[in-house]
Nanobody
Framework: QVQLVESGGGLVQAGGSLRLSCAASGRTFSTYVMGWFRQAPGKEREFVACISQSGSNTYYADSVKGRFTISRDNAKNMVYLQMNSLKPEDRAVYYC???????????????????WGQGTQVTVSS
């Protein structure tokens, strides 16, 4: 079992930056694909970014490509989401997630991720 705890959310002006962090428990963290998702009020949860076990491969939603960067530090059991050039439409609760399947492939599908954090709120003012 892996527990995920997000932090780093907050209020920022449009064009600003935030860095989200996700702390993971568990000795096999380095064998899991990690993902970030977000859910805006009244909308379904959507994929944002994911990263492979070693960190060498990443994938992004078109809406954040070029503005967000996902990274991980396996020695610290941490995953990060650097968010730059934030827009009001980026406002959402952001969740860290993992599939708990060792050596899985990258996935953008919500149902491939079975362990979720509690989320952290990101608000972008215009």
């Amino acid at each position: 079992q892996v527990q995920l705890v997000e932090s780093g959310g907050g209020l920022v002006q449009a064009g600003g930056s935030l860095r989200l962090s996700c702390a993971a428990s568990g000795r096999t963290f380095s064998t899991y694909v990690m993902g970030w998702f977000r859910q805006a009020p009244g909308k379904e949860r959507e994929f944002v970014a994911c990263i492979s076990q070693s960190g060498s491969n990443t994938y992004y939603a078109d809406s954040v490509k070029g503005r967000f960067t996902i990274s991980r530090d396996n020695a610290k059991n941490m995953v990060y989401l650097q968010m730059n050039s934030l827009k009001p439409e980026d406002r959402a609760v952001y969740y860290c997630a993992t599939s708990l399947k060792e050596y899985a492939l990258l996935s953008v599908r919500t149902y491939d991720y079975t362990s979720w954090g509690q989320g952290t709120q990101v608000t972008v003012s215009s």
